[in-house]
């Protein structure tokens, strides 16, 4: 009853969980991005996630809202300005109602915008809640990493990577398509420290030879049981 009092919608019922393992939600090649913007949320929230299911642990929103307010706490600090929480609703008030999973979203995608991120990379709500778009989702969390990165901010080794070689993430995957024949002795560098970020990471070492789908049945084998923070039994 109080929720009509309040004119807000229904609930609905909640999206289905789990969710898509992570090598069938995005193309291969980013699978290494996911599993260090992982480590990286962790480092920034202290958030537990089990990496296979990236996308299960974000889409109610609520990490990427703890990942909003401790970004904008230290930009205030350095910037010697006042901090100004921004709310949202914690997971365990979330209960079922999709309504304030997306309100957390929402909230987190405003304040992407209003803190600077390239919005041509950004998400719109249902790109994440109902997995219309989990590309776009990722593109959205790698704006954030790499605006913090301009901020001199703490920042994932994907985008020091990026900003180590002035190229994109994309351009650098790019490289693993071409032959290393065809390659300068410095791209063929570029391929070696992304075989190491993948090392790092947990993904294992790869072949610099060959293109990155090869690596599909070994990243799936090393994503199984790969939690980044404690692992957690049955969700809890």
Wanted: one cysteine or more; proline letters at 5%.
């Amino acid at each position: 009853m109080s929720q009509n009092l309040l004119g807000l919608p229904p609930p609905k019922p909640p999206i289905e969980d789990p969710g898509p393992h992570l090598l069938d939600s995005v193309d291969i090649k980013y699978a290494p991005l996911c599993v260090d913007l992982a480590h990286w949320l962790h480092e920034y929230t202290n958030c537990n996630i089990e990496v296979s299911q990236f996308w299960t642990a974000l889409q109610n929103g609520c990490i990427l809202c703890e990942l909003m307010n401790n970004a904008q706490k230290k930009h205030s600090y350095n910037q010697k300005e006042i901090y100004k929480y921004i709310g949202y609703t914690l997971q365990q008030d979330l209960g079922d109602q999709l309504f304030y999973v997306r309100l957390n979203v929402e909230t987190f995608v405003r304040w992407c915008k209003n803190f600077g991120c390239d919005t041509s990379l950004l998400c719109e709500v249902g790109d994440l809640v109902e997995r219309k778009d989990l590309e776009r989702s990722l593109s959205c969390i790698h704006a954030v990493a790499r605006r913090l990165a301009e901020l001199k901010l703490s920042y994932p080794k994907s985008v020091r990577l990026e900003v180590k070689y002035h190229m994109s993430y994309n351009q650098i995957i790019e490289l693993f398509n071409e032959e290393n024949t065809n390659l300068t002795p410095y791209q063929i560098g570029i391929k070696e420290s992304f075989s190491e970020l993948c090392e790092i990471i947990g993904l294992g070492k790869i072949d610099i030879t060959k293109p990155l789908e090869a690596n599909r049945d070994q990243w799936r084998n090393n994503l199984e049981g790969m939690w980044v923070g404690q692992r957690l039994e049955n969700g809890e």
